[in-house]
């Protein structure tokens, strides 16, 4: 008898196992894509612009042709102090990455987020929508004079 409840009980278990039906499932699908993709999707929700220049004190900012090395290499050492929390040169990280940063925002747009990034966040369409596009991590106000946001300014220029 209990070698017949055995038998059973193990083609049970073995015609349990074989021949699923597919069956749909609720929940939800991972989806696996390229880093190189993610990247061409975060640089899509956000537009270029470089007719804005932001909300702040800047209002015109013209840069000249050649690069002040004093002031991109007290700019290096400024961005090297405190923006590298948030920032990397060529990838993204808390905040966006800022090689190439003036293909995208205007000399004023990028001062002004420096040095006025409350306002800016509150304001600014552009900000607001790197604000969604980075998970609401605020930028934070460092602070800082002019002449060091303009010589942060003229070191993203080598970047």
Known sequence: MKKILLLLA???????????KEEKKDGFEVSRTKSEDKKAQANESVPVDLDNK???????LEFPDD???EMA????????AICVACHMVDQRMIGPAMEGVYERRSPEWV???ILNPDEMLREDPIAKALLKEYNNAIMLNQNL???EARDLAEYLRTL
Do not use: Q
């Open 10 to 20: 193990l083609g049970a278990f073995i015609a349990s196992c074989g021949g699923k």
């Open 73 to 80: 290499a007290r700019g290096e050492a400024k961005f090297n």
């Open 67 to 69: 690069i002040d090395t």
């Open 54 to 60: 932001g909300v702040g004190p800047i209002k015109n």
């Open 111 to 113: 001062m002004n987020m």
């Open 145 to 147: 004079t002019e002449a």
